[in-house]
């Protein structure tokens, strides 16, 4: 799981998201922002670190509209021509992907008619199509809405779905087809 959070000490609901899957056999949780409090990716490790894994979890807060800054450049500098994708660019095919994301907005705001206007799936369209271009399967995101207003025990009906989520997945017990099609993954069966 690449794991993204400019101020973990800030966070309140990712963290305790990653902390919830954390110890799970099979699971890595690869916190970028530590790793790389500079932004100086090492490319040949993070690609060696995809080719061990079958399933690629991008955890992040919601940053207008997107993802923290640390995740944008890791996909402009892993995701390499004859690697990721074009000639010979075959490495990730096969695998599955998808984006783990907290927001400040609520779900109601995430709709043609809300003030945020656009659905999650529409405002993650950019990895859609980046996992599509590599040849992976791309599921529906793991949203957690209106994540400024839950605090402590609030989160831990989040926390045991995300945990369950990823449980399901490692046993191969997630309809990936629902999962593929659903507007969040929150809502698929696990
Ligand atoms: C720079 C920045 C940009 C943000 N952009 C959005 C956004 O576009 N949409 C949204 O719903 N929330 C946005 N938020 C709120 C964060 O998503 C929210 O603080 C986060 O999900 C809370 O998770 P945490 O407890 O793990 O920090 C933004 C917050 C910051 C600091």
Partial sequence: MLFAHPVLERSRVNRKLMEGVRELEGVTVHDLYEVYPTFGIDVAREQALCVEH?????????????????????????????????????????????????TGGGDDAYHRGGYNRFTMRELLAPFDQTAYLCGLRYLAPFVVHGALRL????????????????????????????????????EVET
């Fill in 151 to 186: 605090a402590g025990e609030a989160t831990a009906p989040a926390v045991a779905a995300y945990r369950g989520l990823i449980e399901a997945i490692r046993e191969e017990r997630l309809d990936l087809d629902r999962a593929q099609a659903a507007a969040s993954l929150a």
């Fill in 54 to 102: 079958d399933v690629l979890v991008f955890q992040h807060p919601f940053y207008w509209y997107s993802a923290p800054a640390l995740i944008k450049e890791w996909l402009d500098l892993v995701l390499e021509h004859g690697w990721a994708y074009g000639k010979g660019g075959d490495a990730l095919r096969g695998k599955l992907m998808f984006n783990a994301v907290t």
